[in-house]
T-cell receptor, first 113, second 116 residues
Framework: GENVEQHPSTLSVQEGDSAVIKCTYS??????FPWYKQELGKRPQLIID?????GEKKDQRIAVTLNKTAKHFSLHITETQPEDSAVYFC????????????FGRGTSLIVHP | GAGVSQSPSNKVTEKGKDVELRCDPI?????LYWYRQSLGQGLEFLIY????????KSGLPSDRFSAERTGGSVSTLTIQRTQQEDSAVYLC??????????????FGPGTRLLVL
């Protein structure tokens, strides 16, 4: 089955800096890669996703890049703010197999004011 | 519109008791997932329902865990003879899941279960 590795497990940055979280996946058939943000005590919520037919997607200060050849995808947050502090989860799935996404173990991002 | 709801929001029980956790998915969503999240940990997949198909129970940790989804909507996760290691947040998610490339999951607020 699919295996998703996520790094780093913890990331500490100063406000205004950029943050990058990386995930690798094992199943080359995976073609949908969402990112979820979970604030302390809250539910995970989708912040951005990418499908395998594109290499990059941006939404204001966040972007996701996908390298299908290398089987890795990354979340980029620019001009970080304290409210970006949360746990971020990546996931991979392919509906041709199973709709059950495989999640990474999460990255705890701390943005210091 | 209304999001995914779960009840109860918190549940404290004694070791050995049975508990039932409820999930109301977004109306029209055919896919429903249950996850377990221990303190500071990731999302552990438990079970997946899709329409009228047989559920994928591959993530259930033991036969003490079971789940039902009645009428393709509401789901109940039952834990029998609870153990202290069952203490966690149980998250439910639903997805519209059409036969095209992957679908976003919408999570409920979770049920925080504490087994004493």
């Amino acid at each position: 089955g699919e295996n998703v590795e996520q790094h780093p497990s913890t990331l500490s940055v100063q406000e205004g800096d950029s943050a990058v979280i990386k995930c690798t996946y094992s199943d080359s058939a995976s073609n949908y890669f969402p990112w979820y943000k979970q604030e302390l005590g809250k539910r995970p919520q989708l912040i951005i996703d990418i499908r395998s037919n594109v290499g990059e997607k941006k939404d204001q200060r966040i972007a996701v890049t996908l390298n299908k050849t290398a089987k890795h995808f990354s979340l980029h947050i620019t001009e970080t703010q304290p409210e970006d502090s949360a746990v971020y989860f990546c996931a991979a799935s392919h509906p041709g197999g199973s709709y059950i996404p495989t999640f990474g173990r999460g990255t705890s991002l701390i943005v210091h004011p | 519109g209304a999001g995914v709801s779960q009840s109860p929001s918190n549940k404290v029980t004694e070791k050995g008791k049975d508990v039932e956790l409820r999930c109301d998915p977004i109306s029209g969503h055919t896919a429903l997932y249950w996850y377990r999240q221990s303190l500071g940990q990731g999302l552990e997949f438990l079970i997946y329902f899709q329409g009228n198909s047989a559920p994928d129970k591959s993530g259930l940790p033991s036969d003490r865990f079971s789940a039902e989804r009645t009428g393709g909507s509401v789901s109940t996760l039952t834990i029998q003879r609870t153990q202290q290691e069952d203490s966690a947040v149980y998250l439910c998610a639903s997805s519209p899941q059409t036969p095209r490339v992957g679908e976003t999951q919408y999570f409920g607020p979770g049920t925080r279960l504490l087994v004493l």
